[in-house]
C-alpha cells in the first residue's frame, strides 16, 4: 500500500512538472509567435521615398513611432512662377466670359425680330398668300389694260366695226355661261388676259409656297443667330479653361514627385518577404513548443510510479515485515529479510 502510494505521488509530482513544462513552452512559443508577427509587420511596412522631379519634390512627416504621418509636396520655383502667370491670364478669361452675355447680346435681338418677322409671313396660308399676290399683280396690270381696252374701241368706233359681235358659244357642259360675241379684235383682247391671268395664278401659288418657305427660313435663321449667340458665350469660357487647365496641368506634374515617392515606397515594402518571415516564425514556434513541453525527469518519474516490481521494492523498503515474494511465511519473522532471529 505504501508502494502504491508513493507510486501515486511520484505520478502527481511527474504530472506537476510536466504541467510547467507545459505552461512554459506555450508562454515561449506566444512570445516566439509575436516576434514572428512584429518582424513580418517591420518587413511589411510603407517606407515612401523623397523624390525631387524638375518641378517638384515630395515630402513626407513621420510620427513618434516611425510611422508616415503626413505627405505633401512643393512646385519647383520655376513651375510656381509660370502657374501665378497662368493665374493671371485666367483672372483675364473669366472676366472676358462674365462680359460674353452683353457681347453677343445683338444676336438675341436679331434673332427676336426674325422670329417676330418669320410668324408675320407665316401667319397666312399658301392659298392665302397666293390670292393675294393675284389680287395684288392685276392691280398693277390694271392701268394698262383699261388703255389698251380704249385704245380698241376707239380704233373699232372709227373704222365703224365697233356694232359687230362675232364668236358667241353655248353653254358649257358644267352650266356655266358660253363666250360672247364680239369682234375679232375684242376676242383677241380678251383671250390675252385671260392667259395672262392663267399664267399670273400660276405664279401666285408659287409665290404663296415660297412665303411660306420664306417665313420657315426666317425662323430658322433666327435660331441659328440665338444659338451663335449662346455657343459664343460658352466659348467665352475657352481662355479661362485653357489657362486654368494648365496651371492644373503644373499642379499635376509637381504632385507627381509625390505619386513616384509613395509608389516607391509601395514597392520597398515586401509583403511576401514579410509573409515568408511570419511563416517560418510560427513553424519554429511551433517546433520548439514540442520540444519544451518535453520534460525527461516528469517522464520519467511518471513512467516509474506505473511500475509494478519498482513499487513493490520501494513497498519492502517501507514494510520490512512484509514477506517477500518465494518466502516461507512461517520461518520469516519481523527480525529481517534473512530471517535474523526466525530460525
Known amino acids: ?5 508513493l507510486a501515486a505521488g511520484a505520478s502527481l509530482f511527474g504530472g506537476i512538472l510536466q504541467g ?12 516566439a509567435q509575436a516576434a514572428a508577427a512584429q518582424i513580418a509587420a517591420e518587413e511589411a511596412r ?7 522631379t524638375r518641378f517638384g519634390q515630395s515630402q513626407f512627416q513621420y510620427g513618434p513611432d516611425g510611422r508616415v504621418a503626413g505627405a505633401s509636396y512643393n512646385l519647383s520655383p520655376e513651375a510656381r512662377a509660370m502657374q501665378d502667370r497662368l493665374f493671371a491670364l485666367s483672372q483675364g478669361g473669366l472676366t472676358q466670359a462674365e462680359q460674353a452675355q452683353q457681347m453677343f447680346a445683338p444676336l438675341s435681338t436679331g434673332a427676336q425680330g426674325l422670329f417676330s418677322l418669320g410668324q408675320q409671313y407665316l401667319a397666312q396660308s399658301p392659298e392665302q398668300a ?9 392691280d398693277l396690270l390694271a392701268p394698262s389694260r383699261e388703255r389698251q381696252l380704249a385704245q380698241l374701241q376707239n380704233t373699232l368706233f372709227q373704222q365703224g366695226r365697233s356694232g359687230l359681235s362675232v364668236g358667241a358659244t353655248s353653254a358649257r357642259p358644267s352650266g356655266a355661261a358660253g363666250l360672247g360675241a364680239t369682234t375679232p379684235e375684242m376676242e383677241a383682247y380678251y383671250n390675252a388676259l385671260a392667259q395672262q391671268d392663267a399664267a399670273l395664278a400660276a405664279q401666285a401659288m408659287q409665290a404663296g409656297q415660297e412665303q411660306t418657305r420664306f417665313g420657315a427660313g426666317l425662323l430658322g435663321t433666327g435660331g441659328n443667330l440665338l444659338t451663335q449667340g449662346y455657343q459664343g458665350q460658352i466659348n467665352a469660357l475657352a481662355p479661362f479653361q485653357t489657362y486654368l487647365g494648365s496651371a492644373a496641368s503644373l499642379e499635376g506634374q509637381g504632385q507627381n514627385a509625390l505619386d513616384i515617392g509613395s509608389a516607391l515606397g509601395g ?12 511563416g ?5 514556434a511551433s517546433t520548439m513548443a514540442a520540444a519544451n513541453a ?3 525527469f516528469a517522464t520519467a518519474l511518471t513512467m516509474a510510479s506505473r511500475n509494478p516490481a519498482l513499487q513493490a521494492g520501494i513497498g519492502r523498503m517501507f514494510s520490512p ?13 519481523a527480525g529481517g529479510e534473512f530471517g535474523l532471529g526466525g530460525y
Request: without cysteine.
Open 267 to 278: 514597392r520597398i515594402a515586401n509583403p511576401t518577404g514579410a509573409s515568408a518571415l511570419y
Open 321 to 333: 515485515s512484509a514477506p517477500p515474494v518465494g518466502y516461507d511465511t512461517n520461518s520469516y519473522s
Open 46 to 52: 510603407f517606407r515612401p521615398v523623397g523624390i525631387t
Open 20 to 31: 510547467d513544462a507545459a505552461r512554459r513552452a506555450s508562454e515561449n512559443a506566444a512570445r
Open 130 to 138: 397666293a390670292q393675294q399676290y393675284m389680287a395684288r399683280q392685276q
Open 280 to 284: 517560418g516564425g510560427m513553424a519554429a
Open 1 to 5: 500500500m505504501i508502494g502504491k502510494i
Open 294 to 296: 518535453y520534460n525527461p
